[in-house]
């Protein structure tokens, strides 16, 4: 199993960026996919997650600034985010896990950087 995640790079605060995240070896839309991420110094957090193919969470920082989705043509799970702020600099990373209980997989990290 393996996670592609892509899309991170530098963007002034108010920009926006796409994150994407190809899966191989399982299928994503029956599992619970979701990114997190981890700013220096800071624990890892989750940013937002689908669950079913339809359900969707999101952490307060990033309600109603970001849209998580999946593409099932293509097995891969994205991030819309927009109106980015300073504080959304971190590495981001995408993980997909049969159940909550379970570690799952995770893929590379990709760095969003955000300017002020």
């Known amino acids: 199993v393996q996670l592609q995640a892509c899309g991170g790079g530098l963007v002034q605060a108010g920009g926006s960026l796409r994150l994407s995240c190809v899966a191989s070896?399982?299928?994503?839309?029956?599992?619970?996919v979701g990114w997190y991420r981890q700013a220096p110094g800071a624990q890892r957090e989750m940013v937002a997650s689908i669950s079913g193919g339809a359900n969707t969470l999101y952490a307060d920082s990033v309600k109603g600034r970001s849209t998580i989705g999946i593409d099932t043509s293509q097995n891969m799970v994205w991030l819309q985010m927009n109106s980015l702020k300073p504080e959304d600099t971190a590495v981001y990373y995408c993980?997909?896990?049969?159940?909550?209980?379970?570690?799952?997989?995770w893929g590379q990290g990709t760095q969003v950087t955000v300017s002020s």
């Open positions: 070896g399982i299928k994503l839309s029956p599992w619970i």
């Open positions: 993980n997909a896990r049969p159940a909550t209980y379970l570690p799952g997989y």
